[in-house]
């Protein structure tokens, strides 16, 4: 249903003040954490309303499989309904996530509640190795889904999201002697 269904205006919309919604709110959260601030990336932002447009279509809300996209990279998604919410409201849901983020801990242990995917937009914003976000929303008759893609993914097993870049990563099957397998999380 639109915005008028709900007695509501609809949400002001335009890619310039996607672009500005999306690196604020990400960019502010990582400015408080001291971490190296997000670039826009076209390429990401193409890719994402690509994706965007593809659920708005079909009207089916799930992550992207990571073959189909263009750059390799991790995934945020948001639906809901169509020009009610803007675009501060939409990642202002990922920023939600921090109350329930245990920031030192590592994949899969990052949540309070236990359950790593509780937490898992908020953490790929403040991935400390991430450095360029491109985010675009579909419209579909009754449904807005926004995407962000981001590059380098986080949200990868054994890691947090503060790990310094140049710290080693955690041993693979691959590795001599090594126990646990490391697999990527960011669907």
Known sequence: MSAAYYGMAEAARSDRLLRAAMLDAHNGERASLGLPLLDWDQALATDAARYAGEMARSGVFRHSPRAGRAIPSGENLWMGPRRLYDYQVMVGSFLEEKRFTRIAGKLPDLSSTGRWQDVGHYTQMIWRGTRKVGCALGEGTNADYLVCRYFPAGNAFGRGP???????????????GAQTQVASAAP
Do not use: I, R, S, Y
């Open 162 to 176: 503060m790990d310094a870049d140049d710290e080693p990563a955690p041993p693979t099957a691959d590795t001599p």
